[in-house]
């Protein structure tokens, strides 16, 4: 069986005893983590965040001052997987937006919170083996083609095969995936990561906001930069640079 590190974890929980029980219980019955740091406000996991560049960070939701979800805005990159904890249960929806790979109710259980970890380190374990298929792929567009793309989520990787998808949307440091299904995915990576993985197959920026699939362009409209209409109806902009480039490259598509 493939073996790996302690995960490295980072603690940001304004209530000192949740912090205390918290550590309690992984030092006692939860194998696997290493706690770099333990932090009492927003401000401070932030500086030990990019200090330490923890590989999971335990955030509480409410804290005064800044809450977690503004706090994960205030970094420049979320590389770091994340655990919500809370005494409430209606952030779970805004939880599953920052792509969280789960959300802990306190008083934390302790099978709840093992399987959260089993999904870090399940998630890790994909992801050296993704990372390393699509390096290959991108390096060599010319070999063994990509079929489907490996999308984190909460549950784990969800693969879509790439005729599905109709376009990417940018949001920040998210990305939006909108399927032919009518499905939406959001993806805690950013729209130019895909850009990079997904242009040697059809795909192209018609924009800094989008990314779409060429198989499913339907029409061109003209103008400054112009807009495109994909295959379920969505009309997008294309900014003016890219205009020359889009229409060459339909030509030929």
Known sequence: MEKFSNITAVIVDDDEFCCFQLQDIISRKVHGIDILAVCTSAEEGIAKIQQLSPQLVFLDVEMPGMNGFEMLKKLPVI????IFTTAHDHYAIRAIRFSAIDYLLKPIDVTSLQEALDRVIEKKRHHNQVSQRQLEIVNHPSGKQLDNLAVPTMEGLLFIGLPDIICCESDDKYTTIFLADKKRI???????????LLQPYGFFRIHKSHLINLKHLKKYLRGEGGQVIM??????????????DLLQLVSQF
């Open 79 to 82: 590389n770091f997987e994340i």
């Open 231 to 244: 295959t379920d109806g969505t009309t997008l902009d294309v900014s003016r640079r890219k205009k020359d």
């Open 186 to 196: 959001v993806a805690s990576r950013t729209l130019g990561d895909f850009e990079e």
